[in-house]
């Protein structure tokens, strides 16, 4: 795994800590949850319109149960979402 930084668990916790680009909360402004009338019963996610609730469903019957949640694409195990978020967007999924 060449392109993990090398970072210590101390520097982990710290980076937990810091508060996160608000644009990554905005699913969860009250102004989305008004609209999110459709939750997904296996994650309790909420989405805006019924068949973006369908497509999401599917991760969890499907045999790719881990979705990265910047791009949508599916993976059959953790690792390979977290290597994949880590990779493509620079989130590292502890
Ligand atoms: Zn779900
Ligand atoms: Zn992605």
């Known amino acids: 795994m060449k392109w993990l930084p ?3 668990t ?3 916790m710290h980076f937990q800590e810091q508060p996160l680009d608000p644009s990554f909360f905005s699913e969860g402004s ?3 949850r008004n609209k999110a009338k459709h939750i997904c019963q296996y994650c309790a996610k909420p989405f805006t319109c019924h068949s973006k609730l369908l497509r999401h ?4 019957t499907g045999e790719k149960p881990f979705q990265c949640d910047v791009c949508s ?3 059959n195990q953790k690792e ?3 290597i994949h978020s880590a ?3 620079n989130i590292f999924i502890l």
Do not use: A, G, M
Not at 57 to 60: G, L, Q, S
């Open 80 to 82: 390979t979402l977290k």
């Open 30 to 32: 009250e102004d989305f």
């Open 6 to 8: 090398q970072i210590k």
């Open 87 to 89: 990779r493509q967007h």
């Open 57 to 60: 469903v599917r991760v969890h």
């Open 10 to 12: 101390s520097e982990v």
């Open 73 to 75: 694409k599916s993976f």
